[in-house]
């Protein structure tokens, strides 16, 4: 039994790892006309306590995009320099929603995890029945 | 306090093996997208892991007591599986067959006990 809690604890862990995920790309698209903006990159750790892997996921430090800024002609803007340009952002729609996409497929693998590691703990509560 | 018999305590150590399997299937998909982690399985669970073939006696409180198995199975690193370019191992495909064989073992395994216990009921004349 505590097996599958342990179980279930490491789906958890995925899913929060996920939605962090989805957070800043939420982050991202929304910023994607922000001048200036640099798309932010999240990597995943397994979590080490006391030396012991226990198996556990979670986001690591966020990392800024290092592609270059776009640059938008616009000479009415404020920010707009001698020669009309000012920077963009260097968000891509298209990868934020391939990532987008990526993390709700791997949440939903790990729901699906979680959900019969549910079932077979409770499996084996219905022998207690009768 | 009766002892129990063999084939429940087989059943209950196929099932902590089925919930063991289910634990590293787990880890594997939420590692899914963890950079340079390899995917892990389970060695197949085999009778009578936890037994020793034939244990010291104790004839002493002081000494050593009986030696005592591992009942945790071998934990190994998934082979042949070429890795992501983050240096992942985790295929989430594959990792649905495990936790799928993993169910069925556990499936399989409680209702082996159930049985067990249906029979140990009708010993006791309380029918099913």
Redesign the interface.
Same mark, same amino acid.
């Given at each position: 039994?505590s097996?599958?809690l342990?179980?279930?604890g490491?789906?958890a862990?995925?899913m929060q790892?996920?939605t962090e995920?989805l957070r800043h790309v939420s982050e991202n698209i929304a910023n994607v006309d922000t001048p200036g903006y640099r798309r932010k990159i999240v &990597?995943?750790?397994?979590i080490v306590s006391g030396g012991e892997r226990t198996?556990?996921?979670r986001t690591g430090p966020v990392e800024l995009g290092r592609g270059e800024l776009s640059r938008i002609y616009d000479p009415a803007h404020p920010l707009a320099n001698a020669a009309g340009y000012h920077d963009g952002s260097n968000v891509d729609l298209v990868v934020e929603i391939a990532d987008a996409r990526?993390a709700q497929? &791997?949440y939903e693998?790990?729901l699906?995890?979680?959900e019969?590691?549910r079932?077979?703990s409770r499996?084996?509560l219905?022998?207690l029945r009768r | 306090m009766l002892d129990q018999p063999r084939i429940m305590r087989l059943a209950h150590e196929m099932a902590q093996h089925a919930a063991f399997r289910q634990g590293i299937v787990a880890q594997n998909m939420a590692n899914a997208d963890t950079p340079g982690y390899r995917a892990r399985d389970v060695a197949a669970f085999r009778a009578g892991l936890g037994e020793v073939a034939d244990p010291m006696r104790q004839t002493r409180r002081t000494h050593l007591g009986p030696m005592q198995g591992t009942n945790t199975p071998e934990i190994l690193f998934v082979a042949g599986i070429e890795a992501s370019p983050n240096g992942n191992t985790v295929l989430l495909e594959t990792e649905m067959v495990r936790a799928a064989a993993a169910r069925s073992q556990h499936d399989r395994a409680l209702s082996v006990y159930k049985a067990a216990l249906d029979m140990m009921r009708t010993a006791l004349g309380r029918g099913r």
């Open positions: 039994m097996g599958l342990q179980a279930m490491i789906s862990s995925g790892a996920q995920r &990597s995943f750790e397994e198996g556990k996921v990526e497929r &791997s693998a790990n699906k995890l979680f019969q590691a079932q077979m499996s084996v219905e022998l | -």
